[in-house]
């Protein structure tokens, strides 16, 4: 079965920092971008950062200095620090990858169930 296991998310309070992990099934072969993005109720889904498969990284302006993406390509997995966290940050974060090889063959666009990230003030 192919998926997208997230973890990590959680409380925090304003200026704290937290960890997500993103890890991909063992029916995934080869991974091209992945990333991360989050939604609040009633708001379109927003980029947060991705990272291609060569390491380059792109970052939405509002996280630029607090958040960092890296990925292990050898456990499949993409992470999202998060330091200096603030209430604007509140929201469902989806990790996300571009292109994928299965065992079924090729998958676009494929994301994961969701992880809650709540920063109280």
């Known amino acids: 079965q192919v998926q997208l296991l997230e973890s990590g998310g959680g409380l925090v309070q304003a200026g704290g920092s937290l960890r997500l992990s993103c890890a991909a099934s063992?029916?995934?072969?080869?991974?091209?971008?992945m990333g991360w993005y989050r939604q609040t109720p009633g708001k379109q889904r927003d980029l947060v950062a991705t990272?291609?498969?060569?390491?380059?990284?792109n970052y939405a302006d509002s996280v630029k200095g607090r958040f960092t993406i890296s990925r292990d390509n050898a456990k499949k997995t993409v992470y999202l620090q998060m330091n200096s966290l603030k209430p604007d940050d509140t929201a469902v974060y989806y990790c996300?990858?571009?292109?994928?090889?299965?065992?079924?063959?090729?998958?676009?666009?494929?994301w994961g169930q969701g992880t809650q990230v709540t920063v109280s003030s």
């Open positions: 063992a029916s995934i072969f080869t991974i091209g971008t």
């Open positions: 990272i291609q498969s060569d390491g380059y990284t």
């Open positions: 996300y990858v571009d292109r994928m090889g299965t065992n079924k063959g090729p998958l676009y666009d494929f």
